[in-house]
């Protein structure tokens, strides 16, 4: 009778400490997952002027992210209209020698009309620069298919370059071309089938 009764408090014992073990593990888990949310987060935090957190960031990984993140930005400025806010994401170099406000006003009278819908963003990374042990130039594409509004429907190419480490100042978004349907390559009058915002500066060519 006394062994059994022993060998009943063994097995409570045990499954007790089973029982810990396994809630140690969930909780340690949950305790890394949200590290691992949280580090994420802070690689990508929002700021009230929507270029600067862009254009400041130090960036050594997840380029293509980046990248992503100018479209991103880019589209949502045209699909509100706000000026300020693409003028923000285009480097400081582009905004000190071209009229770029000038040149986002004739892209709005171009696309002519609030922006329906658009498809996927398409992104890439170009250019780069490897020196000093890390890359000290990266620049990248998106192409945005399928742009539509009451009017037409086009496509929206975005050049930016995220890494600049000999020029700071020509860092973000350097160049904007707008296409309708009717832009042909090969048509000698295509440039009245497309807007351009913006050029690219030096560091987009290495």
Not at 89 to 108: H, K, P, Q, V
Not at 131 to 159: A, L, N, P, W
Not at 172 to 199: A, T
Request: charged content about 25%.
């Amino acid at each position: 009778m006394k062994i059994k009764i022993a060998l009943s408090i063994l097995t409570i014992i045990i499954l007790c400490f089973s029982s810990c073990g396994n809630v140690y593990e969930n909780l340690h888990s949950d305790i890394e997952n949200q590290s691992i949310e949280s580090n994420e987060e802070s690689n990508y935090t929002e700021d009230n002027n929507i270029g600067n957190d862009l254009k400041t960031r130090k960036i050594t990984h997840g380029y293509k992210r980046v990248i992503d993140e100018y479209a991103e930005k880019a589209m949502a400025c045209f699909v509100s209209k706000d000026t300020e806010g693409l003028l923000s994401l285009f480097s400081d170099m582009s905004n000190e020698n071209y009229s770029l406000g000038d040149e986002i006003d004739r892209a709005y009278d171009f696309l002519g009309g609030d922006i329906i819908s658009f498809g996927e963003i398409e992104s890439h990374t170009g250019g780069s620069t490897f020196g000093g042990g890390h890359t000290s130039r990266q620049t990248g594409t998106s192409y945005i298919y399928e742009v539509k509004t009451d009017k037409d429907e086009f496509e929206i190419f975005i050049g930016c370059v995220i890494i600049n480490d000999d020029d700071i100042s020509q860092v973000g978004i350097q160049n904007i071309k707008i296409k309708n349907s009717s832009f042909d390559i090969n048509d000698p009058d295509k440039e009245e089938n497309m807007v351009s915002i913006g050029e690219f500066l030096g560091s987009w060519y290495g």
